[in-house]
């Protein structure tokens, strides 16, 4: 197993990550949100990023499932903080048709056993056309760069590939929760991949990455990959944060009664100056950081799938 997954890891594609990303969030997508149609488009740029994932999927042999949302724009509130600057839709704003998208490999030995990475892949609803390179662009492409690599990988557990929706609202990932739970599956784990390589100038030599956890059973998660980290000589600045209450995409899992998930970030709580800012640009990434938190993350779903 472990040649295999240092084969693996070493697999992982820093030209892949960074021409990725700057296809979504720069050109020709510039942003991801349903709200927001490019002139001359015919589809939301939302809609237009989900065909990208599902294009670069079916090359190394996945079928794209599209699970239909229905989801509102945030509005946007100036008298806020800078980063935080989205306020509840009205009752009568428009509704939009979102999709999660999910690529899934059924395990061989457990296929009732399911270990999810899941990415929200929308940028922020409430500002006209924000890239949303770091959050999530990165976290796109990495769930995407796992699928390519886990192509190649026979898993004795299901892995699910999910793209949703956080800067719509409702979140998209209480569907996917809610998937889980109706579906009688066994959830091993889920994995947040969220603004990978976020962090704010102080950091900017540094490799990081910070686990965050609620439950006991996303502190195993958080353990794990600092043991992982040293083990295969990641090199990162692997840290874990216990959060005050469940949120984000892996809050998602929690509040449906599935208590193994994590969230990976760059920074908790979030310390990039262009954060929810129209400055969250590809050119501003740090894509050394993360590769290597890509590569910890799919050393994660090796290790999780082979205990």
Known sequence: MV??????????????????????AKDPIPCRTMNYTQPGAA????YEADDFLAGQLSRWGYVTEREPCQVQPFRRDEN???????????QDDPWYTAYNLYATRTGSELPNDVIILISHKDSQSWITCAPGAMDNGVGT????????????????????????????TPWSSEMTAKRVVESGLNLHAAINIDSFGGKDDSKRDRMVNV????TAEGERIADLQA?????????????????????????????????????????????????HLLSD?????DFSNVRLSTQLALATVLELDAE
């Open 141 to 168: 492409v990495a769930n995407l760069e796992l699928a390519r690599v886990l192509s190649q990988y026979d898993p004795r557990r299901t892995i699910w590939h999910v793209w949703c929706n956080e800067e719509h």
């Open 281 to 285: 640009v590809p050119e501003a990434i």
């Open 211 to 214: 686990t965050g956890y609620i």
């Open 80 to 90: 806020k903080p800078i980063h935080h600057q989205y306020s509840a839709p009205h």
């Open 43 to 46: 589809i939301p740029t939302l």
């Open 227 to 275: 043991e992982l980290n040293e083990r295969f000589d990641i090199g990162l600045e692997q840290t874990k944060f216990r959060r005050e209450f469940a949120n984000d995409d892996d809050g998602s899992f929690i509040k449906a009664g599935l208590p193994a998930a994590a969230v990976m970030v760059g920074s908790f709580p979030y310390d990039d100056p262009n954060y």
């Open 3 to 24: 040649p295999l997954t240092t084969d693996l890891i070493s697999s992982v594609d820093e030209i892949n990550l960074r021409d990725w990303v700057f296809h979504i």
